[in-house]
Nanobody, 114 residues
Framework: QVQLVESGGGLVQAGGSLRLSCAAS????????MAWYRQAPGNLRELVST???????TYKDSVKGRFTISRDNAKNTVYLQMNTLKPEDTAVYYC????????WGQGTQVTVSS
């Protein structure tokens, strides 16, 4: 049974940092491209960043230079280091495998105050 468990969110002031984690189980993690998504109130879920099995990364333009995605295949975990946070980064953050779209986890709330 596939599980995706996100953690690490919280309330932070603009300019602050957070590190999100996503613990995955139930599938062959090391071979899967993984991604972070986010959904703000009233908005559709959007793709934030991806990382391939060989750690090639992509980023949404608005987070380039501020966010860093990484993975630890030994721990079946993908991370999102978020620096210089802005109020517009406020959202629930989720991880998943793009193109596979496992059942979504509960997400982790990130709230950035101005």
């Amino acid at each position: 049974q596939v599980q995706l468990v996100e953690s690490g969110g919280g309330l932070v002031q603009a300019g602050g940092s957070l590190r999100l984690s996503c613990a995955a189980s139930g599938f062959n993690f090391r071979f899967k491209t993984m991604a972070w998504y986010r959904q703000a109130p009233g908005n559709l879920r959007e793709l934030v960043s991806t990382i391939t099995s060989t750690s090639t990364t992509t980023y949404k333009d608005s987070v380039k230079g501020r966010f860093t995605i990484s993975r630890d295949n030994a721990k079946n975990t993908v991370y999102l280091q978020m620096n210089t946070l802005k109020p517009e980064d406020t959202a629930v953050y989720y991880c998943n495998a793009p193109g596979v779209d496992f059942d979504w986890g509960q997400g982790t709330q990130v709230t950035v105050s101005s």
